[in-house]
C-alpha cells in the first residue's frame, strides 16, 4: 500500500478545457451577430414606414380593379349575387358552415336591400382608391370584397382571390399616406398651421403619441412584408407546381392553353399565335424558370428585368386567355417590390410629359 503512487490522468483529460476555452469567442460572436441582426430587424420595423408609394399604388390598383369588376358585372348583378341568383343565400349559408366565411348580402333577401349594398360597394371602392377617410375605408373595402366573393364563391377565378387576400392586408397598411386625398388635407392642413406640427401637451401624451406612430409604423411595415412574402409563395409555388407538369416540361403546355375554347377570346388571335410552335415552347420554358427564380432575384438588380418580363407573361395572359382581372391584380401585386424612388421618378417623368404636352399643344393654338 505504501509503495502505490497515484495514477496520473491522461493527457486527453484537459481537453475540454481547451475546447471550451476557443468555443467561448464563437458563442460569443454568434451571440453578438444574433443581436445584431434583431436589433436591424426591429430598427426597420419601427424607424419608418417603408414602401408608402408602393402601399398606394396596391390600393388605387386594387380598388381601382375591384370598381372595374363591379361595374362589369352591374347587369349581371342580380344573377350572380343577388335574390335571382341559382347559389341562394340559404346555400351560401351553408357553405359558410364549412368555409368559415360570410356576408353581408345574405342578412336580407330582398331586392332593395340588395341594391343598396351594390352601391354601397361602388362608393366604398371609389373612395377607397381615393384615398378619403383611408383607414375606415381599407376595413369598408375588405369587408366588400369579402361579402361579394364568399355570396357566390363558385363564380370566382384566382384573380378574386388575390384581390380577396390583398384587400384584407391593405387594413394593416398606412396606403393612404401618398397619392391620397388624406396625404392632400394633410398637407393644407401643415400649410396653414406653420411647417412644424403642434407638440402634443404633458409628457404622458408625448409617449402615447410616440406609442402610437410606433405601433402603426410597425403594423404597416409587418403587412407590406406579408404582401410581399404572399406574391413569393405564389409565384414560388406555381413554377415548381409546372415543374412536375410533362406538358410543361415538354414545351406543349401552352399550346393546349391556347386551344381550349374556355379561353379562347378571340379564337383567331390564339391560332395565330399557336402557329409558332417553337415560340411557345421558349415562352413556357421561360414561364417557369421566371417563376421559380422570383423569390431569389428580389434583392439584386436582376428583379426589374424580371418583373418586365412577368409584366408581359401577364399582359399575354390577359389578352389570349381572356383573363383580364387575374392578370390586374398580378400585376398590380407586383408593384410592393418597386422603390418609392421608382414611383417618385416616374411621378416627376409624367408632369414633366404633361408640361411639354400642354406646352405644344399651347403653340399650336398660337400659331
Given at each position: 500500500?505504501?509503495?502505490?503512487?497515484?495514477?496520473q490522468?491522461?493527457?486527453?483529460?484537459?481537453?475540454?478545457?481547451?475546447?471550451?476555452?476557443?468555443?467561448?469567442?464563437?458563442?460569443?460572436?454568434?451571440?453578438?451577430?444574433?443581436?445584431?441582426?434583431?436589433?436591424?430587424l426591429?430598427?426597420?420595423l419601427?424607424?419608418?414606414?417603408?414602401s408608402?408609394?408602393?402601399?398606394?399604388?396596391?390600393?388605387?390598383?386594387?380598388?381601382?380593379?375591384?370598381?372595374?369588376?363591379?361595374?362589369?358585372?352591374?347587369?349581371?348583378?342580380?344573377?350572380?349575387?343577388?335574390?335571382?341568383?341559382?347559389?341562394?343565400?340559404?346555400?351560401?349559408?351553408q357553405?359558410?358552415?364549412?368555409?368559415?366565411?360570410?356576408?353581408?348580402?345574405?342578412?336580407?333577401?330582398?331586392?332593395?336591400?340588395?341594391?343598396?349594398?351594390?352601391?354601397?360597394?361602388?362608393?366604398t371602392?371609389?373612395?377607397?382608391?381615393?384615398?378619403?377617410?383611408?383607414r375606415?375605408?381599407?376595413?369598408?373595402f375588405?369587408?366588400?370584397?369579402?361579402?361579394?366573393?364568399?355570396?357566390?364563391?363558385?363564380?370566382?377565378?384566382?384573380g378574386?382571390?388575390?384581390?380577396?387576400?390583398?384587400?384584407?392586408?391593405?387594413?394593416?397598411?398606412?396606403?393612404?399616406?401618398?397619392?391620397?386625398?388624406?396625404?392632400?388635407?394633410?398637407?393644407?392642413?401643415?400649410?396653414?398651421?406653420?411647417?412644424?406640427?403642434?407638440?402634443?401637451?404633458?409628457?404622458?401624451?408625448?409617449?402615447?403619441r410616440?406609442?402610437?406612430?410606433?405601433?402603426?409604423?410597425?403594423?404597416?411595415?409587418?403587412?407590406?412584408?406579408?404582401?410581399?412574402?404572399?406574391?413569393?409563395?405564389?409565384?414560388?409555388?406555381?413554377?415548381?407546381?409546372?415543374?412536375?407538369?410533362?406538358?410543361?416540361?415538354?414545351?406543349?403546355?401552352?399550346?393546349?392553353?391556347?386551344?381550349?375554347?374556355l379561353?379562347?377570346?378571340?379564337?383567331?388571335?390564339?391560332?395565330?399565335?399557336?402557329?409558332?410552335?417553337?415560340?411557345?415552347?421558349?415562352?413556357?420554358?421561360?414561364?417557369?424558370l421566371?417563376?421559380?427564380?422570383?423569390?431569389?432575384?428580389?434583392?439584386?438588380?436582376?428583379?426589374?428585368?424580371?418583373?418586365?418580363?412577368?409584366?408581359?407573361?401577364?399582359?399575354?395572359?390577359?389578352?389570349?386567355?381572356?383573363?383580364?382581372?387575374?392578370?390586374?391584380?398580378?400585376?398590380?401585386?407586383?408593384?410592393?417590390?418597386?422603390?418609392?424612388?421608382?414611383?417618385?421618378?416616374?411621378?416627376?417623368?409624367?408632369?414633366r410629359?404633361?408640361?411639354?404636352?400642354?406646352?405644344?399643344?399651347?403653340?399650336?393654338?398660337?400659331?
Amino acid at each position: 500500500m505504501g509503495n502505490e503512487q497515484t495514477p496520473q490522468l491522461p493527457p486527453t483529460a484537459a481537453a475540454p478545457h481547451r475546447t471550451a476555452e476557443w468555443q467561448t469567442p464563437l458563442a460569443a460572436t454568434a451571440h453578438r451577430w444574433l443581436l445584431d441582426r434583431a436589433c436591424a430587424l426591429w430598427t426597420l420595423l419601427t424607424a419608418r414606414p417603408v414602401s408608402l408609394y408602393a402601399a398606394s399604388v396596391l390600393r388605387i390598383g386594387y380598388g381601382s380593379l375591384y370598381l372595374a369588376f363591379l361595374l362589369r358585372e352591374f347587369p349581371h348583378r342580380d344573377e350572380i349575387w343577388g335574390p335571382g341568383s341559382p347559389w341562394t343565400p340559404a346555400l351560401a349559408r351553408q357553405l359558410f358552415d364549412q368555409t368559415g366565411w360570410n356576408s353581408i348580402l345574405t342578412l336580407s333577401g330582398g331586392r332593395a336591400y340588395f341594391e343598396l349594398c351594390y352601391v354601397l360597394a361602388l362608393v366604398t371602392s371609389a373612395l377607397f382608391v381615393l384615398g378619403w377617410r383611408t383607414r375606415v375605408m381599407s376595413v369598408l373595402f375588405a369587408v366588400v370584397v369579402v361579402s361579394f366573393h364568399s355570396r357566390a364563391i363558385f363564380m370566382t377565378d384566382g384573380g378574386d382571390n388575390l384581390v380577396l387576400l390583398m384587400s384584407l392586408y391593405l387594413v394593416l397598411t398606412a396606403s393612404g399616406r401618398r397619392w391620397s386625398l388624406d396625404a392632400r388635407r394633410g398637407r393644407l392642413r401643415t400649410a396653414r398651421t406653420g411647417a412644424a406640427p403642434k407638440l402634443a401637451k404633458g409628457f404622458s401624451a408625448h409617449q402615447l403619441r410616440s406609442a402610437r406612430n410606433t405601433l402603426t409604423t410597425v403594423v404597416h411595415n409587418c403587412g407590406m412584408f406579408v404582401i410581399a412574402a404572399q406574391v413569393c409563395f405564389l409565384y414560388g409555388s406555381a413554377g415548381l407546381y409546372k415543374v412536375q407538369g410533362a406538358t410543361w416540361g415538354g414545351g406543349t403546355a401552352l399550346h393546349y392553353a391556347l386551344n381550349l375554347e374556355l379561353f379562347q377570346p378571340w379564337p383567331a388571335l390564339s391560332r395565330f399565335v399557336d402557329d409558332f410552335p417553337m415560340a411557345i415552347a421558349m415562352a413556357g420554358y421561360v414561364t417557369v424558370l421566371l417563376q421559380v427564380a422570383f423569390p431569389f432575384v428580389l434583392f439584386g438588380r436582376l428583379k426589374y428585368p424580371v418583373l418586365a418580363a412577368l409584366l408581359g407573361m401577364h399582359l399575354g395572359i390577359a389578352v389570349l386567355m381572356g383573363l383580364p382581372l387575374f392578370s390586374g391584380a398580378m400585376i398590380i401585386a407586383d408593384a410592393v417590390f418597386l422603390p418609392d424612388r421608382f414611383f417618385t421618378s416616374m411621378a416627376r417623368l409624367g408632369r414633366r410629359a404633361a408640361q411639354l404636352t400642354g406646352v405644344s399643344m399651347l403653340q399650336r393654338r398660337t400659331t
